[in-house]
């Protein structure tokens, strides 16, 4: 397989580089890409010893690096582009364009996309990461209340990742409730569950998926077992469909896929404005 080192520049966090970065990487298959992210690049000497450290990689595969960067300093930008590498910004790739067409100048300021300037967003996003930790597994459920949406679905189907990416990305105030064999064997929601039937959303997961899960988890246990995994799935989705409860499998979807999904699925709107 091919390898290829792959850099990650930014100003502040580096976040916005990687994902336009690697959404693009990912329609070429066959390459190895070796990740580096240098965040808060943002001043000359950081620059210079980034723009080493580009060139120093050259000799590891002996090919030229990518690098995808967000800079705003055009004097931090022309440094990193005396690099040797195949050199993308996305700022300069895109701003002018804008320019022209809102035939307005852009401000040139670090840190707009992921920096505290929206205060409501900001705290918004807190109280909703907050709310999905507090109400994680079924810890808690006096508050349900408060929620927007509660996950339900079998231990191990990826009901806390999709709660927390819900609240970061989208500022949901997502808990979750596993449906245990207790519950299943009973062929009944849970009695908490009852009075918040239009907040709840199933996860179901293939029985081998969830199989070898549970094995890295709890290995040769009876919880593991292919048999068990078979039993609760198909158990939690006949009480789904019993229930009218609307649901997608977690199978061969990344966590930001079934919370976008969810999203559209319940139509539950983004607080983070």
Known sequence: MKRRVVFFISDRTGITAENLGLSLLSQFEGIHFTQVTLPFVDSIEKAVAATNRINQSISADGHKPIV????????????????????????????????????????????????????????TRIEAVNFALNYDDGARTSGYDSADIILIGVSRCGKTPTSLYLAMQFGIRAANYPITEEDLD????????????????GLTIDPKRLHAIRQGRSPDSRYATLSQCEHEVKAVENLFMHENIPFLSSTNLSIEEIATKLMVITGLQRKLR
């Open 68 to 123: 995808f960067a967000t800079i705003v300093s055009s004097e931090i930008r022309d440094i990193l582009q005396g690099s040797n590498s195949c050199y993308i910004d996305f700022f300069q790739t895109f701003i002018p364009t804008l320019e022209e067409e809102l035939s307005l100048h852009s401000v040139n300021v670090m840190g707009r996309s992921h920096g505290v300037s929206n205060t409501h967003a900001y705290n």
């Open 186 to 201: 009973s062929k009944a929601l849970p009695k908490i569950l009852k009075s918040h039937h239009k907040k709840l959303f």
